[in-house]
């Protein structure tokens, strides 16, 4: 049996980076959304300012979780083909990681030419934040978490 406390089976599990890494993109893309809406409500400057470094954040932390559920991919299937759900899932974490860095990136363009944030952006914001949903439900289904039973 594994010992739940040992660093070794943590840091080396064949998957477990991955799920634990995804969850700093999660967290801080919805954070930075609900700054970003509260700023839109409020006009608050300091709002803005925590959304945009939540969303830049967000965008970073995506890298590891890319590269490591990729490494998952290649430890745990041995680079076979994809296909039904997991084919599913990597398709959406590669939109989910593109929406965040849209999201990110339109938030970056309005503050390097200094002028106000376009009101298309909190459409993109909640189309981001629902795939990033869908994807993750994805990944539930894949690690065991969402099955009954």
Known sequence: MLNPFDPKAALFAKHAQHVVLIHFPIALLITGVAFDYAAQWTKRRGLVDAAYYNLLLAA???????????????????????????????????????????????????????????????ALESLAVAVVALTGHLGGFLSGVNVSG
């Open 60 to 122: 970073v932390s995506t890298l590891p979780v890319l590269m490591t559920g990729l490494l998952a991919w290649h430890f745990q299937l041995e680079g076979q083909k994809l296909k039904g759900l997991l084919l599913q899932h990597l398709a959406f974490g590669c939109l989910s990681t593109a929406l965040i860095w849209t999201v990110w990136w339109v938030q970056f363009r309005a503050r390097r030419r200094g002028k106000a944030l376009p009101n298309h952006r909190l």
